[in-house]
């Protein structure tokens, strides 16, 4: 059997950087590693209840945390049309006060940075929740990800592979479904390559939907 390996895992320290910058003794680990997940899960759940888009897209990219003793910097990639719509400068305020009041912390400060992304659909995250949102439509699986690949070749990627798992299309017996489009190398680590994983909820139940784009030659 094939042996599965995380693909941002395996490129750290060569093409790919952490997403999450702190030091923690071991004792201390799994609760840094806890504020992680409720940060990041803070900030997508307050942006798709204050913003609606009329192409139910949020537009949410990837969270980059920075941990120090008393500050927690936070930056938050948006899509163009999402940041215009989000105002960032009037509720960037109001976030930090609801990311401060989850985590519970008094002594440190929450610094809430948000950037906007050029390319949309070269970041996987944007492509995955393009798919799910499609699905969501009833949209059949195969059209939804191959209008998806095309906006990942015309932003300029160089190969995106997609997997979607579950039950598709309401079908009885799970099922496991990939295309793939230009090259994906994934045992090469000189590749720079971007990944994601993202579940949809449906009316038949989860499905899981899995998203490689790569974005140079070597």
Not at 28 to 34: H, Q, T
Not at 40 to 53: M, P, S
Not at 155 to 178: F, H, L, M, P
């Amino acid at each position: 059997m094939g042996q599965k390996i995380h693909p941002l895992g395996f490129r750290l320290g060569t093409t790919q950087n952490h997403d999450s910058i702190w030091f923690a003794q071991p004792r201390d680990y799994s609760e840094n590693l806890k504020e992680d997940k409720i940060i990041r899960d803070c900030i997508k759940n307050y942006l798709q209840k204050t913003v609606r888009i009329a192409s139910g897209v949020e537009g949410i990219g990837r969270i980059k945390i920075k941990k120090r003793i008393d500050v927690i910097q936070i930056y938050v990639g948006l899509s163009p049309k999402l940041f215009t719509e989000w105002e960032p400068r009037r509720r960037i305020e109001e976030l930090q006060t609801n990311v401060q009041k989850k985590l519970n912390c008094v002594n440190r400060k929450i610094k809430i940075a948000i950037t906007r992304i050029q390319n949309v659909y070269r970041d996987p995250n944007i492509l995955a929740e393009f798919i799910a949102v499609q699905l969501k439509k009833r949209i059949s699986f195969r059209k939804a990800i191959q209008q998806a690949i095309e906006l990942a070749e015309q932003a300029g990627t160089k190969g995106v592979q997609v997997q979607i798992s579950g039950r598709i299309d309401g079908k009885e017996i799970a099922r496991v479904e990939w295309f793939r489009e230009g090259r994906v190398p994934l045992q090469t680590i000189r590749a720079k390559m971007d990944y994601c994983s993202y579940p949809v909820r449906t009316i038949y139940g989860v499905l899981g939907i899995k998203v490689w784009i790569v974005l140079n030659n070597d």
